[in-house]
């Protein structure tokens, strides 16, 4: 009978044991890292669900909402019986685009934003290089002044410069007497009205293109300035073939903030002069909002998304006009 040495006997029981013995702290492991993600999951989805449920009630559920209100004959009487509707498709945005009104809001919205827009942001980046180069003493005093209007609310803005505007005791006309001239009724003339509006946007609205245009311009390399002056470039040319390319990522972003802003507006009108006169300041987004108030739900939606429509074409326009060509 052969007798396999004890050496050999230990050696192979240790192995077996060595074999055996990790897999239950191995499950043991596993088990414990599914124990750990699923709690974390837990609290997440816990501390998730307060905005999840705002989210889900005051943005989701109104968009889908106005969706359907938007494709059905949906009126203020339909509130207490939303189901007795019909669905009528696309035949609110046909009725919309036969509303000569509408089309009145659309070419004012156009107006306002194909005029502001650029005068907006020329204003902001000559608001900007004459900070970064030309004021010197009190810039901080200049920041604070050009940027003040963004941070006041547009109603209360709205208000004070139609209390300047007032034919007879406005300010503005007042001024104006002191030289022999007799100021116009500049929220009553459909020839003032609009373009009084467009430059109160462009005044409250430069503080911010100038805020991120000079952050661009402040963080143009110098060296690329000195190279450029020892190569013989005047000022003009360094502004336009060095700086101004590096300014495109905060053009663009200035650019489309703007226009989305631009092609909402409605407190100026709303507050200043309600969309007159004869529909001359009336917005689209003023226009959803006269609908809405009369009632007319399935129409006021509809305009709503032909606005959201005019947002995305814009944006998608900016970028390619704007983004980094490299």
Do not use: C
């Amino acid at each position: 009978m052969t007798t396999m040495p004890t050496s050999t006997i230990a050696g192979q029981g240790a192995k077996e044991s060595g074999a055996a013995g990790p897999q239950p702290a191995a499950r043991r492991n596993s088990s414990l890292r599914r124990t750990t993600q699923g709690r974390q999951t837990r609290a997440a989805w816990t501390l998730a669900a307060p905005f999840l449920a705002l989210f889900l009630a005051f943005m989701l559920l109104p968009v889908v909402w106005s969706t359907l209100m938007s494709l059905t004959d949906t009126k203020s009487a339909d509130l207490r019986t939303p189901l007795s509707v019909s669905f009528t498709g696309f035949d609110n945005y046909v009725r919309l685009f036969q509303d000569p009104q509408f089309f009145t809001a659309l070419r004012n919205t156009a107006v306002f934003v194909l005029v502001g827009l650029p005068l907006t942001l020329a204003a902001g980046l000559a608001a900007a290089v004459a900070l970064d180069r030309g004021i010197r003493r009190f810039r901080a005093v200049f920041r604070v002044g050009f940027y003040l209007p963004v941070i006041t609310s547009v109603v209360a803005v709205a208000v004070v410069w139609k209390t300047l505007l007032e034919p007879h005791t406005g300010l503005v006309n007042t001024a104006l007497g002191w030289f022999g001239i007799d100021g116009p009724a500049w929220l009553a003339d459909t020839r003032f009205a609009l373009p009084v509006m467009i430059v109160m946007a462009v005044w409250r609205n430069l503080g911010t293109v100038m805020i991120i245009m000079l952050a661009g311009l402040q963080s143009v390399p110098q060296s690329l300035m000195e190279a450029a002056e020892l190569d013989g470039a005047g000022p003009w040319q360094r502004f336009w073939r060095v700086t101004f390319p590096l300014l495109r990522p905060a053009l663009l972003l200035t650019a489309v903030t703007t226009g989305i802003g631009y092609l909402q507006f409605f407190d100026e009108p709303f507050v200043m002069t309600d969309g007159g006169p004869l529909d001359s300041t009336l917005s689209a987004t003023l226009y959803a909002y006269k609908q809405f108030g009369n009632g007319n739900y399935d129409m006021a939606s509809a305009a709503g998304y032909v606005v959201f429509v005019l947002i995305i074409a814009l944006t998608v326009l900016q970028f390619r006009v704007l983004r980094d060509k490299d």
